[in-house]
């Protein structure tokens, strides 16, 4: 059974830092290219970064600069580092493990930026 765990948000203040991590466990971790999405009241999910198996990693222009995803394939673990987060960071952060048309989702972390 394939299970997705994100953890790590909550409120932080502009300028502020948080980092996101996302456990996925019954799939072969290291075989599996990440993606973290985000999705804001009112707004669709979309993407904010993706980590490929070889942990090359792709930036939406929004992001760029402030995050930086990494993957640790021993622990199984996808990270997301934000800096210099903003109010329009705020949204519900997801992880998703893809391959090929397969892919699943996780519940989600909040992160909220506000002063």
């Known amino acids: 059974q394939v299970r997705i765990v994100e953890s790590g948000g909550g409120l932080v203040q502009p300028g502020g830092s948080l980092r996101l991590s996302c456990v996925a466990s019954g799939i072969i971790f290291s075989d599996w290219h990440m993606g973290w999405y985000r999705q804001a009241p009112g707004k669709q999910r979309e993407l904010v970064a993706q980590?490929?198996?070889?942990?090359?990693?792709y930036y939406v222009e929004d992001v760029k600069g402030r995050f930086t995803a990494s993957r640790d394939n021993a622990k199984n673990t996808v990270y997301l580092q934000m800096n210099d987060l903003k109010p329009e960071d705020t949204a519900i952060y997801y992880c998703?493990?893809?391959?090929?048309?397969?892919?699943?989702w996780g519940q989600g972390t909040q992160v909220t930026v506000s002063s």
């Open positions: 998703k493990p893809y391959k090929g048309v397969t892919s699943y």
């Open positions: 980590i490929a198996s070889t942990s090359a990693a």
